[in-house]
């Protein structure tokens, strides 16, 4: 860019530069003190031409003056004297003074010095002239040696670099020799900037402007300042910009205050703040409002959303105007009868995000509402649950890590953890998109699950995980109904063997003396029964097993005797000879089939008791009488194992005793 080009834009941002029109000459090489013989290079630079053309350039020494005019803006001179140029249709520029001169040593300096610049000065010798030593002053005062030939730098020029400055060196015979006096005089790069504000005095609701107003020096005009603004100290919009104004779309009573400014280089080699100017709003009957639908809070992508703006305070017919920021893009237009207007967003997309608001304009009023900002939520997408070792089967007791993720949702995210329905745990995230729930795998554990996520517009549910815990069988215990050790033979007993852990399906086989009776498989209960009608081989050991696909139990042994009662006695008598005889020994044998031991058998002569005998175990039991006479008559015998008596038929035995003894007449 030219640089008249920028000196012009920022003449008229900054609005007040009444040496446009003033061509400035330059130097080449930049000195104002050279030697005679020397050339300088004046150059004319003429802000309101943009092609060469001739130059008329004033030449003043003493008291002469001549004026020549030269093609193009460029003139070779090595004479002394005040210099100025003119273009066409342009004023005189400022004079340069220019010094050819014949001393041994020169300080040589640029025409002008803004703060902020880094300045050479040049200490030369006249060729031939053999001096050493070269040494600066600044004001009389020592400042440093020149080795080598080397110029003396002032950094970051400011005020306090003011003053008279001058080298000297030594000649061959140690005499001291000086050069001219160089003038620093540090200009100002730009003033302290003026904050304005258009309108003064705003109306609630409606805008103002903020100016920083400065200048830069024609011969600086290529220098880019920043401009920052502030209310009650806290820096305004987003920080320092290129540009001098600062626009508030709408001032509500709450943003008067003290509001300055700031001007600053690039570097911020030079920053100068403003005074600060303190701006009243003056408070407004009429207001402009903005509502939305859903609230702010709840905009989600892929919904419609609607922006009401509600006028109050003035009658119509009013327009009202959408407008969209940062980009100050008019969005939506509406001339509505009615003082509220709907501005439809059909399907928000990310991209409808940003400040909006609403301008009111009557036929004597504008006025516009606050920004709201409209941030555009995405809906969660549907979660996913994954199980961490991957698969539905875990054995108990080992770590368990549920994993519920989404792959698009703003945050934060509320996620849920159920199983059958019932919540177990849940948890906000402000950060990640993925939750983790960890579990130390019990008989519990085992169940459908599935996670949800939350942020705002309703839950998402993932598909269901069923997880089944392994459970190896706890060691059966073996139950019987009813209780007891003793049974009678005929009842009905059932028996039960229950596990109180392990995983269905359960396996049940019950014994009886090592002897498989019965195998029960179930699927719903942790206890399988078996029904069973007692007989007198049923007495003994009984145990059960249980079994899944993880483990293998026994129960303990039970054991059970089965009770019968005594069947009806079969009594026989034994005698040594068909008819029986006084003297003879008759052996009675009383024997049930059947009966659980011990049975005393009573034996019997016409109701009178002849004795009794236990029999400990089976076999019945036997009993010797001696015949005497009055042992004639009915026999028989009772049975009786404390579940009920049994008595035999009746056996009849006659004793014949007349033969071996005289019968006394
Ligand atoms: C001045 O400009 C002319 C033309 O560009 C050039 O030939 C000459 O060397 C320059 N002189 C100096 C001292 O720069
Ligand atoms: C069995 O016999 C003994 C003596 O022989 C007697 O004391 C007892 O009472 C008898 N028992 C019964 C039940 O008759
Ligand atoms: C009864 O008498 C017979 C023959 O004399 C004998 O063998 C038997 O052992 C006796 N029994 C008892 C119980 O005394």
Redesign the pocket.
Known sequence: MPLWVSLLALASVSGQFATASKPMISLHPPWTTAFVGEKVNLTCNAFLSNSPQETTWFHQYKWTKTSREIPGNTYEVQESGKYRCQTQGSGQSDPVSLEFTSEDLILQAAPSVFEGDTVALRCREKPGSALSAKVMYKDSRYQQALRDGSDFHIHWAALKHNGWYQCKALREDYNSVASNKVRIQVLELFPTPVLRASPSQPKEGSPVTLTCETRLPPQRSDVQLRFCFFREGQALGSGCSNSPELQIPAMWSEDAGSYSCQAQTVTVSVAKKSLKTHIRVQRAVARAQIHTRPPLESVFEGQELVLVCSVRGVSGPFSISWYRRPKLQDVATKIPFSPEAEFRISTVKSSDAGEYYCVASTSYLTFASRTVTIHVRVPVSRPVLTLMPPGAQALEGTELTLHCEVQRGSLPILYQLFREDTLLQERKTNSWRAMSFRFSLTARHSGNYYCTANNGLGAQRSEAVTISVKVPVSCPVLTLMPPGARALEGAELTLHCEVQRGSLPILYEFFHEDALLKKVETTFWRVGSFRLSLTAERSGNYHCTATNDFGHQRSEAVTLSVIVPVSRPVLTLRAPRDQALVGDTVELHCEAQRGSPPI?Y?FYLNDV?L??SSAPSGGGVSFNLSLTAEHSGNYFCEADNSLGVQRSTAVPLRVKGELTLPTIA
């Open positions: 005393l009573l008791t004795g009794n």
